[in-house]
């Protein structure tokens, strides 16, 4: 059975700090991680990785995916309230997509 | 506006009943997924559509379960004699090309349908 395991499942830090979140999987026939950014309900789209070692970067926000070790990190720098969400790690094997539970990101000002 | 959208936001029942809950994708996506999200838990795969047919409803629950999407485009999915542990929120996404597309085929978000069942 695919697996998505997050860590940690919740974090509080201040504004301004960078945070690390991470994502460690089992899928039997991996194409892609996905990471999604979820506020209210509907999750919203940050990176596809399918190579290891690329870093891809949007704004203050990096992801970058190991696929010896089969794990992915999002990294978010000088962080802002408007970031507070749960961040979700997600595995494509064809065409349905298999979640990890999240993290939940509290950024305080 | 040009994403997916979900009607009804949100929908209570009462155990028992029958619910439909609509999908509306974003135009000239062949590829319409559900999922459903418990509380506390990323979303679970229910069914994947490319085009009108259902290419795989493996993760639907039971057969209380259906879904449609008889012009390749509007989706619905259909609950019977609703239980309490349906309650979650519901979510359709699409994507330009499903499995044409592979694995690098970004699959966007409807807001989500919130289903209780008392």
């Known amino acids: 059975e695919d697996k998505v395991v997050q860590s940690p499942l919740s974090l509080v830090v201040h504004e301004g700090d960078t945070v690390t979140l991470n994502c460690s999987y089992e899928?039997?026939?991996?194409?892609?991680l996905l990471w999604y950014k979820q506020e209210k309900k509907a999750p919203t789209f940050l990176f596809m990785l399918?190579?290891?070692?690329i870093e891809k970067k949007s704004g203050r926000l990096s992801s970058i995916l190991d696929k010896k070790e089969l794990f992915s990190i999002l990294n978010i720098t000088a962080t802002q309230t408007g970031d507070s969400a749960i961040y979700l790690c997600?595995?494509?094997?064809?065409?349905?997509?298999?979640f990890g539970k999240g993290t939940s990101l509290l950024v305080t000002p | 506006g040009a994403g997916v959208s979900q009607t009804p936001s949100n929908k209570v029942t009462e155990k028992g009943k029958y619910v439909e809950l609509r999908c509306d994708p974003i135009?000239?996506?062949?590829?319409l997924y559900w999922y459903r999200q418990s509380l506390g838990q990323g979303p679970e795969f229910l069914i994947y559509f490319q085009g009108t047919g259902a290419a795989d409803d493996s993760g639907l629950p039971n057969d209380r379960f259906f879904a449609v999407r008889p012009e390749g485009s509007v989706s619905t999915l259909k609950i019977q004699r609703t239980e309490r542990g349906d309650s979650a929120v519901y979510l359709c996404a699409s994507s330009p090309r499903g499995t044409s597309g592979g694995a690098l085929d970004t699959q966007y978000f409807g807001p989500g349908t919130r289903l209780t069942v008392l």
């Open positions: 399918t190579s290891s070692g």
């Open positions: 997600v595995t494509n094997s064809g065409y349905a997509l298999n």
């Open positions: 899928v039997t026939n991996f194409r892609s």
């Open positions: 135009s000239g996506h062949t590829a």
